[in-house]
């Protein structure tokens, strides 16, 4: 075989893209031929294009060719392979002068370009490939990350939960065990209150009997001296018709059952509601106060002053949502229950859980305050005024400034000043909120605490006939 048949037989049993002998020899359907292996990573590079090109000529097929071993080029290469010829070296296997006369027309390159070039291309993606590995690997231990943090947060939460369950299941057995105590005591001071009185009135009666015996007795004599001697020895209490001299006073005598822990009653009702609603509307996340008067809305709560505890001087009104300051005294308020000294006046039903309600008040200034049912109700000092014991919570308004009250202590307060006061409150958080309210809510003063029993919504009017605070009407 003469040295120009020998190139030949090299260029045509030689890989393009290696350039070293042919390895599985495969066609491909423009013609030229190369290792299988190397066209195979050729390709594997253009899968995302869906393109496949002969690296060579650069024509483009689709769908990607199915790869089969070419035989006769395989025969080929293991001849060459038992005569000894090998691939030459790439400085070898420039074309000569007397080839490129045998190439007339045709674009040609000398191999070891060809191979510096192909070889940066292999380069390339080396490093593309070597680069989606490392981000790859990154994103892996990310997720992994996530998902340690994620369990370890899971994990915390159950735990934390089960502590504060824990905690509030014993609360509530202390608060039903102090509850059971406290109305049971009550239960026993009454039934001793009653039992005392039945037996004054039991021996009022048998008193009354014995007298009225006495009198009909009195009254049968015939004997006109006996009778006038009998009727001069009667004592005072056996010839009174005056009813007012009975020693036990009727009006002292209230019967209302169904009313006495009435209450009570609601109170724990309402805690089991919030607790129930708690519990359905559990999140991860806490319920935090409403940020918009909409969100403030849906805890609107209507509530009625009640007539009992007014002063007299307090006239309710619009079903007893409005107080009044009047000059003449009202009938209703000499119950025990109503402020003797203080111009103020507390709502009839309790409030627990979550609440919202906005007052309206004309004059020159008023106190929105809420406070315990026991507080006192006689006196002028500091044990009955809203705001000037432990008992209650008190924000004055006036026309040009606000000061918040609590247990002696005065907060002075800024904001906007409005004839509108918006009201919130958190029974179980603890929080009691006071908001300006005009075309925006506005918060002035906020109370972190621990409410240990139901609160009761109030006013105190100033010292100034016509001046007036009222429950508005929310939509």
């Not at 109370?447 to 006013?459: I, K, S, Y």
């Amino acid at each position: 075989m003469g040295p120009k048949r020998m190139k030949l037989d090299k260029e045509i049993c030689s890989c393009s893209m290696c350039l070293d002998l042919l390895k599985v020899p495969v066609t491909i359907p423009c013609g030229h031929s190369y290792c299988m292996s190397c066209i195979k990573a050729h390709w594997d590079e253009e899968d995302q294009k869906k393109l496949y090109s002969c690296p060579q000529c650069r024509q483009t097929v689709t769908p990607r060719p199915v790869l089969v071993k070419s035989t006769m080029l395989a025969d080929l290469v293991e001849e060459m392979k038992k005569t000894g010829l090998q691939a030459a070296p790439a400085d070898h296997c420039y074309a000569g002068a007397e080839d490129v006369d045998e190439h007339k027309g045709h674009d040609t390159v000398l191999a070891a370009e060809e191979r510096s070039e192909r070889q940066k291309e292999l380069e390339g993606s080396r490093l593309n490939i070597q680069q989606r590995i490392l981000n790859r690997e990154k994103d892996l231990k990310l997720l992994q990350q996530e998902v340690e943090a994620y369990n370890l947060s899971a994990n915390k939460t159950v735990e934390d939960s089960e502590k504060s369950y824990a905690n509030l299941i014993r609360f509530m057995k202390k608060r039903r065990s102090e509850l059971k105590q406290q109305v049971r005591s009550q239960q026993r001071t009454e039934a001793s209150r009653v039992k005392e009185l039945q037996e004054k009135l039991e021996q009022e009666i048998t008193e009354l009997k014995r007298n009225d015996a006495e009198l009909k007795k009195i009254s049968q004599t015939d004997d006109l001296n006996q009778f006038l001697h009998s009727i001069s020895s009667l004592s005072p209490l056996s010839g009174s018709t005056d009813s007012s001299s009975d020693s036990t006073d009727s009006s002292s005598i209230n019967i209302c059952p169904l009313r006495y822990f009435e209450d009570v009653t609601t109170a724990v009702s309402e805690d089991s509601d919030e607790l129930v609603w708690t519990d359905v509307s559990l999140t991860v996340s806490e319920v935090a106060e409403p940020k918009t008067r909409v969100g403030f809305l849906k805890y609107s709560r209507e509530i009625t002053l009640d007539p009992n505890t007014a002063h007299t001087w307090l006239s309710l009104s619009d079903g007893n949502k409005k107080a009044t300051l009047k000059k003449e005294q009202q009938t209703f308020s000499s119950h025990t229950d109503a402020f003797k000294e203080c111009l103020q006046v507390l709502t009839r039903e309790s409030l627990t859980g979550r609440s919202y309600w906005e007052v309206e008040w004309r004059g020159e200034g008023v106190i929105v305050a809420l406070a315990y049912k026991d507080i006192p109700r006689k006196g002028e000092g500091e044990e009955c005024v809203f705001g000037v014991n432990n008992q209650s919570w008190a924000l004055t308004c006036l026309k040009e400034s606000y000061i918040f009250f609590h247990n002696k202590v005065h907060t002075p307060v800024s904001g906007p000043v409005s004839t509108r006061i918006g009201v919130y409150l958190d029974h179980r958080a603890g929080i009691l909120s006071f908001y300006s309210v005009n075309a925006t809510m506005t918060l002035l003063h906020r109370v972190e605490t621990t409410f240990t029993q139901p609160l009761h919504a109030g006013f105190s009017l100033y010292y100034s006939f016509g001046y007036s605070a009222e429950f508005c009407k929310l939509k």
